[in-house]
């Protein structure tokens, strides 16, 4: 307690350049831990909704009754954002008629190219703010490490005799901000590497499954039905589905 009083009292009673670091310092401190807090659970939702999506993916229903429901929700995100771009894009194609199945694919492969880089921007919002936190607060906490001590010598000329008492509360400023500093620059550093790790991660599964949903596309296109159908990644090969649904697709 007595620690924390000390340190307000050197805040209070620091120059005004020191007070205008530190309060940039407590401000940047408190963006990046509202980024922190806002990132962790879009991250997390993000993950969860893409384990969800997969298991409806790859249960062997009907796709298009899967992007019917998708659509009639609105505001798809994630895998089930790309899933509905591309199955779009391919079931309009289909209906101009008189196109080549290469064609075809492209064509979806483009639109859930589009709807990735939308999702991986928005999945990296604001991570630049915490890089930028973490890289820049120890040298702004350093400038006022340097305006303190060079405060606290200056006044040292107004005085015939220099001792530790004279110069110690001018060091103990300079040095509170860099505390701050490093406070608010350490929790933005580890942040940043833990959540573009895991917008790394979904990243990858996105482009597996865009791989694996272009491969149903293209059986689809190339068998010329009308509705795809995703089998379970055990299910076997396109033998196994049912004959009944032309265009089927096999397992990933």
């Keep these: 307690m007595n620690g924390q009083l000390s340190i307000i009292r050197l805040v209070v009673e620091a120059s005004i350049p020191v007070q205008i670091v530190v309060g940039l310092l407590l401000l940047a401190s408190l963006?990046?831990?509202?980024i922190i807090f806002r990132k962790r659970l879009l991250l997390w939702r993000a993950t969860r909704e893409a384990?969800?999506?997969?298991?409806?993916?790859?249960?062997?229903?009907?796709?298009?009754?899967?992007?019917?429901?998708?659509?009639?929700?609105?505001g798809a995100t994630g895998m089930a954002s790309i899933f509905e771009f591309g199955f779009?894009?391919?079931?309009?194609?289909?209906?101009?008629?008189?196109?080549a199945a290469d064609q075809l694919l492209e064509g979806a492969r483009r639109a859930m190219r589009v709807a990735q880089l939308k999702e991986i921007d928005r999945l990296e919002h604001s991570l630049?703010?915490?890089?930028?936190v973490g890289s820049t607060s120890p040298y702004v906490g350093l400038f006022g490490t340097v305006w303190g001590i060079m405060t606290a010598?200056?006044?040292l000329g107004?005085?015939?005799?220099?001792?530790?008492a004279s110069v110690a509360p001018g060091i103990s400023e300079a040095l509170v901000t860099t505390a701050i500093g490093l406070f608010a620059a350490i929790?933005?550093?580890?942040?940043?590497?833990?959540?573009?790790?895991?917008?790394?991660?979904?990243?990858?599964?996105?482009?597996?499954?865009?791989?694996?949903?272009?491969?149903?596309?293209?059986r689809h296109a190339a068998r010329g039905g009308s509705t795809?159908?995703?089998?379970?990644?055990?299910?076997?090969?396109?033998?196994?589905?049912?004959?009944?649904?032309?265009?089927?697709?096999?397992?990933?």
């Design 228 to 252: 795809p159908v995703a089998a379970p990644p055990t299910a076997g090969s396109a033998a196994a589905m049912p004959a009944a649904v032309p265009g089927t697709a096999g397992a990933r």
């Design 31 to 34: 963006t990046s831990w509202a």
């Design 153 to 155: 010598f200056s006044s």
């Design 51 to 74: 384990d969800q999506f997969e298991n409806n993916f790859w249960s062997g229903g009907d796709l298009a009754q899967l992007y019917r429901a998708i659509e009639s929700h609105g």
């Design 88 to 99: 779009r894009e391919f079931a309009r194609q289909r209906q101009q008629g008189s196109i």
């Design 128 to 132: 630049a703010t915490l890089a930028t």
């Design 187 to 218: 929790p933005a550093v580890v942040a940043y590497n833990r959540f573009a790790d895991q917008v790394g991660r979904l990243e990858v599964r996105f482009d597996a499954f865009m791989e694996e949903f272009s491969t149903i596309l293209q």
């Design 158 to 164: 107004d005085v015939q005799q220099a001792t530790l």
